[in-house]
Nanobody
Framework: QVQLVESGGGLVQAGGSLRLSCAAS????????MGWYRQAPGKQRELVAT???????NYSDSVKGRFTISRDNVKKTVYLQMNSLKPEDTGTYYC??????????????WGQGTQVTVSS
């Protein structure tokens, strides 16, 4: 079973930055698409960003231009660089592994989540 372990969450003021990391145990990490989701209290989990095995990326409109997803296949780690953070970015951020292309993403495995809180 694949393990995904997130880190890097915390409390930050609006306008600040955080970088989330997700370390994967999968031996076929480099062939998988990866994604970051977030869930705010009382809201549904939403897709934030995805990256394919060929490093094609997609972002939700709410984070486009502020967040950057990247991956290091040697370290089996995916990152989410979050800049210009806003209070509405607050939530639990989940790493996922799955299948996908530039036009779709289907997660199959999930991490436990890391909390991000942005104060105004």
């Amino acid at each position: 079973q694949v393990q995904l372990v997130e880190s890097g969450g915390g409390l930050v003021q609006a306008g600040g930055s955080l970088r989330l990391s997700c370390a994967a145990s999968s031996s076929i990490f480099s062939t998988n698409a990866m994604g970051w989701y977030r869930q705010a209290p009382g809201k549904q989990r939403e897709l934030v960003a995805t990256i394919t095995s060929t490093r094609r990326t997609n972002y939700s409109d709410s984070v486009k231009g502020r967040f950057t997803i990247s991956r290091d296949n040697v370290k089996k780690t995916v990152y989410l660089q979050m800049n210009s953070l806003k209070p509405e970015d607050t939530g639990t951020y989940y790493c996922s592994q799955g299948s996908g292309s530039s036009s779709y993403y289907s997660p199959t495995d999930w991490g436990q989540g890391t909390q991000v809180t942005v104060s105004s």
